[in-house]
């Protein structure tokens, strides 16, 4: 248990459906962010939130729309995915937006696109 | 930009030690390295610093060069629960803490 939780944990979704990811940190940190990890290939990093703003999008395509409405939650709103971004999505949180500061992650959730 | 890390994958008796490096061609300020199980989210082992400072696992024992650009993690006496892939993340410029990770290391330890 690292303090982040996320949900759902297991989604599976068509390509022409709207979900949500969403996560939750307990730790009181300031910085949030969203990660990709394909099967054979390095945690990619998506979005970065420090103090509720976005420092970072990392390329993503705008069918993945980040939203922090707080500190303390983040969300990733999903739409007319292709089947390619299934992947597990991980959130992490950190104390502060410094290379100094070590992230903890959420368990992840496993996204399926049919 | 991203890290190189080595070797691709490593198999150990317990007990063994080993050894996983970390190398970039840009200049690295800090370095951090996770562990993840399989199913598990990563977990944070050990940050290193430029000057020298370190956070992390007391059990965990890491070295960082500044001028060779390169880190390396070292495994003593290992466990089963040293079982994972480590990968190590270093910032990219621009501040925020943005980590860009190694392919990671997949290390076994059997009994």
């Known amino acids: 248990e690292t303090g982040v939780t996320q949900t759902p944990r297991h989604l599976v979704m068509g390509m022409t459906n709207k979900k949500s990811l969403k996560c939750e940190q307990h730790?009181?940190?300031?910085?949030m962010y969203w990660y990709k990890q394909s099967a054979k290939k390095p945690l990619e990093l998506m979005f970065v939130?420090?103090?509720?703003?976005?420092?970072e999008n990392n390329s993503v395509p705008s069918r993945f729309s980040p939203e922090c409405p707080n500190s303390s939650h983040l969300f990733l709103h999903l739409h007319t995915l292709q089947p390619e971004d299934s992947a597990l999505y991980l959130c992490?949180?950190?104390?502060?937006?410094?290379?100094?500061?070590?992230?903890?992650f959420g368990p992840g959730t496993r996204l399926t696109v049919t | 930009q991203q890290p190189v890390q080595s070797p691709q994958a490593v198999i150990l008796r317990e007990g063994e030690d080993a050894v996983i490096n970390c190398s970039s061609s840009?200049?690295?300020?800090?370095v951090h390295w996770y562990r993840q199980k399989h199913g598990e989210a990563p977990v944070f082992l050990m940050i290193l610093l430029k000057g020298g400072e370190q956070k992390g696992h007391e059990k965990i024992s890491a070295s960082f060069n500044e001028k060779k650009q390169q880190s390396s993690l070292y495994l003593t006496a290992s466990q089963l629960s040293y079982s994972g892939t480590y990968f190590c993340?270093?910032?990219?410029?621009?501040?925020?803490?943005?980590?860009?990770f190694g392919a990671g290391t997949r290390l076994a330890v059997h009994p």
């Open positions: 939130y420090s103090l509720e703003e976005r420092v």
């Open positions: 730790l009181g940190h300031n910085a």
């Open positions: 993340g270093t910032p990219r410029p621009g501040g925020y803490n943005k980590l860009i």
């Open positions: 840009k200049a690295l300020y800090s």
């Open positions: 992490a949180s950190s104390q502060g937006g410094g290379g100094g500061y070590e992230q903890y």
